[in-house]
T-cell receptor
Framework: DQQVKQNSPSLSVQEGRISILNCDYT??????FLWYKKYPAEGPTFLIS?????DKNEDGRFTVFLNKSAKHLSLHIVPSQPGDSAVYFC???????????????FGQGTILTVHP | DAGITQSPRHKVTETGTPVTLRCHQT?????MYWYRQDPGHGLRLIHY???????DKGEVSDGYSVSRSKTEDFLLTLESATSSQTSVYFC???????????FGNGTRLTVT
């Protein structure tokens, strides 16, 4: 019973183009969402987050969009760079329930490959 | 890696043996977490701690126990390892309840 789903196991993009990673969730109580990036043999690192009171959050080349009615969020990377090649995980929590940001429900991850 | 050290980095053990994984942090953060990463499942929370001797269960806690006798150390114990516990284990820390997690580099455990 996967409450957070990343249905694309992998994505291949040319350098300089846009990368769009998608994430769907089923639990309507989730109200805070995060994206993590993971390189091989390393732990995940925090990338960007968004609260359910917003529909967009931007940080440099990274933008996260949230569509609450569709229970869908996406991460846009523009322009994509070879160093962005990694596994990307989306994660969610019910912040209003007093849950700490550490008690996350993660998606399965999407492997992004950016070709030079 | 935010001052987090996981040991060992790799371990192979036999079914039925006890195993303890260690997470050591130098950040003096209050909150510590153990996650496991498996293909098709992403990361799943095993146990977490809100302070010394204050621990609680996560989503997949069966077969695991934890201890936190000092702020800097969070131990994960598999009392009797099973093949289903073959996984990559990540420790994570946060300073406050509303801070994003900082992860260690993981321990790859293989149970044969």
């Amino acid at each position: 019973d996967q409450q957070v789903k990343q249905n694309s196991p992998s994505l291949s993009v040319q350098e300089g183009r846009i990368s769009i990673l998608n994430c769907d969730y089923t639990n309507s109580m989730f109200d805070y969402f995060l994206w993590y990036k993971k390189y091989p043999a390393e732990g995940p690192t925090f990338l960007i987050s968004i609260s359910s009171i917003k529909d967009k959050n931007e940080d440099g080349r990274f933008t996260v969009f949230l569509n609450k009615s569709a229970k869908h969020l996406s991460l846009h990377i523009v322009p994509s760079q070879p160093g962005d090649s990694a596994v990307y995980f989306c994660a969610a929590l019910n912040n209003a329930g007093g849950t700490s940001y550490g008690k996350l429900t993660f998606g399965q991850g999407t492997i992004l490959t950016v070709h030079p | 890696d935010a001052g987090i050290t996981q040991s060992p980095r790799h371990k192979v053990t036999e079914t039925g043996t006890p195993v303890t994984l260690r997470c050591h942090q130098t950040e003096n953060h209050r909150y510590m977490y153990w996650y496991r990463q498996d293909p098709g499942h992403g990361l799943r929370l095993i146990h977490y701690s809100y302070g010394v001797k204050d621990t609680d269960k996560g989503e997949v806690s069966d077969g695991y126990s934890v201890s936190r006798s000092k702020t800097e150390d969070f131990l994960l114990t598999l009392e009797s390892a099973t093949s289903s516990q073959t996984s990559v284990y990540f420790c994570a820390i946060t300073a406050t309840a509303n801070s994003p997690l900082h992860f260690g580099n993981g321990t790859r455990l293989t149970v044969t």
